[in-house]
């Protein structure tokens, strides 16, 4: 197991995983969620070749119905911050 910061709680998660698979494994919807690793927002297309290291700072949020941001990012930043862009 490796020590993980997530959404700011410290969190032990098995080793040797993708950031795709920590989500499937924490259980989360991939279709609905938006991820910032490091203070960088990780795109979906790379999140299969994304390593789990331990000491990573990850921030995942889920998106909701409705809203106007216009694109991931600012989702991400309005849904985390609660201002929009």
Do not use: C
């Amino acid at each position: 197991m490796i020590t993980i910061a997530l959404n700011g709680e410290s969190r032990e998660v098995p080793e040797n995983l993708t950031l795709e698979a920590l989500l499937d494994w924490l259980k989360l919807p991939l279709d609905r969620v938006a991820v910032e690793r490091n203070l960088e927002i990780v795109p979906r297309a790379e999140w299969q070749q994304t390593p789990i290291v331990g000491g990573d700072r990850l921030e995942v949020v889920h998106f909701v119905g409705g809203g106007s941001a216009k694109s991931p990012q600012q989702a991400f930043r309005l849904m985390s911050t609660g201002t929009e862009v």
